[in-house]
C-alpha cells in the first residue's frame, strides 16, 4: 500500500507507512473504536489509518478533535463514502453504503468469502517524500490539482503554462489537452489525482461549506499494493481519495479509478 498525505500548510507531500514507530501515536489498521461505526446492516467499516492531528507534519488540526480517522466500507453500494469525524470518540456515518436488500441479493459480486476482516493494528510513521514548488513545472502537474497555483503572478502563471506544456511534450511525447490558463491547467490535468481534483461539498448539510462544491480538501491518497490484504477491493488502478472539511470535521471518501 502506498498511502501520501498532503500538508497544506508546509506545501509538502509525506508518505505514511504502516510498521513505522512513531512518538506521536499515529496508528494503521484495528477495529473503528469511535461510536458510530457500527452500521445497521453490512460488515464494519475498513479503519485505514488514525492520525495524530497535533503533529505539525500533517498539516490539519480540526477543532476539539485530535485524532482523525480514516475509514472506507468495501464493497459498498456507491463507490463513495461520507462521515463526520464529531469528536475523538464518536462518529456520523451521512451516507449509507449498504442496504438490506443489496447484502441479501445473491447473484450481486458482493458475498462474504475473502471479504477482507480489519487490518492488525500497528503504529504508522510519517516520512516527507518532497516539498511542492510551484515554480516546477513537473510538481505543477503532478499536484497542482491539490497545493494551487494562487502563489504565482498572472504573468508568471502564463511563462509557467509555457513551461508546463513544453516539459509534458519532451516527457510524453505527445501534447497536452489544451487549457485556457494554468489555473484550469493545474485542477483540469489528472496528475496525482486519478481524475482530476474531486471539488465536492462538504457532505454534512448543517454545515456552511454544504453549498459549497471545492470547500473539502485532499488530505490523503491510498493505493493498494499486491500484498495487500484488501487489494482486490480497490484494484489495480482505483485510488480512495480522501477529503476533509475543516469546518465540521467531514470527511468524503472517492474510490476512483483509471
Ligand atoms: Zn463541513
Same mark, same amino acid.
Given at each position: ?15 505514511? *507507512?504502516?510498521? +513505522?514507530? /512513531?512518538? $506521536? ?7 473503528? /473504536?469511535?461510536?458510530? *461505526? ?17 503533529? =505539525? ?38 451516507? +449509507? ?11 450481486? $459480486?458482493?458475498?462474504? =468469502? ?12 510519517? &516520512?516527507?517524500? @518532497? ?29 509557467? +503554462?509555457?513551461?508546463?506544456?513544453? $516539459?509534458?511534450? &519532451? ?23 486519478? @481524475?482530476?481534483?474531486?471539488?465536492? +461539498? ?34 489495480? *488502478?482505483? @485510488? ?15 474510490? @476512483?479509478? *483509471?
Amino acid at each position: 500500500m502506498i498511502a501520501h498525505l498532503f500538508n497544506r500548510v508546509e506545501a509538502a507531500v509525506y508518505f505514511v *507507512t504502516p510498521g +513505522k514507530r /512513531s512518538k $506521536w501515536g499515529h496508528t494503521f489498521g484495528g477495529l473503528p /473504536s469511535h461510536r458510530g *461505526t457500527v452500521l445497521p446492516v453490512g460488515p464494519p467499516l475498513h479503519l485505514f489509518f488514525t492520525l495524530n492531528l497535533t503533529d =505539525p507534519r500533517v498539516g490539519l488540526r480540526l477543532p476539539r478533535r485530535k485524532w482523525l480517522p480514516f475509514f472506507y466500507p468495501f464493497r459498498n453500494i456507491h463507490g463513495e463514502f461520507a462521515y463526520r469525524v464529531v469528536s475523538d470518540g464518536r462518529v456520523e456515518v451521512l451516507s +449509507k453504503p449498504y442496504s438490506a436488500a443489496y447484502l441479501a441479493d445473491e447473484s450481486e $459480486w458482493f458475498h462474504w =468469502p475473502g471479504f477482507p476482516r480489519g487490518c492488525r493494528r500497528r503504529s504508522a510513521g510519517l &516520512e516527507k517524500k @518532497q516539498d511542492y514548488d510551484v515554480h516546477d513545472p513537473e510538481d505543477v502537474y503532478w499536484l497542482g490539482c491539490i497545493f494551487g497555483v494562487a502563489a504565482l503572478s498572472a504573468s508568471e502563471k502564463e511563462a509557467a +503554462k509555457e513551461r508546463l506544456e513544453n $516539459w509534458y511534450r &519532451e516527457s510524453f511525447e505527445s501534447e497536452m489537452n489544451s487549457f485556457d490558463s494554468l489555473d484550469e491547467l493545474a485542477a483540469e490535468s489528472s496528475g496525482f489525482l486519478v @481524475q482530476g481534483l474531486p471539488r465536492s +461539498k462538504c457532505p454534512n448539510r448543517k454545515c456552511r461549506n454544504h453549498k459549497r462544491p471545492g470547500s473539502m480538501e485532499v488530505v490523503l491518497t491510498i493505493i493498494a499494493d499486491e500484498g495487500d490484504s484488501f487489494a482486490a477491493e480497490i484494484g489495480d *488502478t482505483g @485510488q480512495l481519495i480522501y477529503e476533509v472539511c475543516r469546518i465540521c470535521g467531514s470527511v468524503f471518501v472517492h474510490n @476512483q479509478c *483509471t
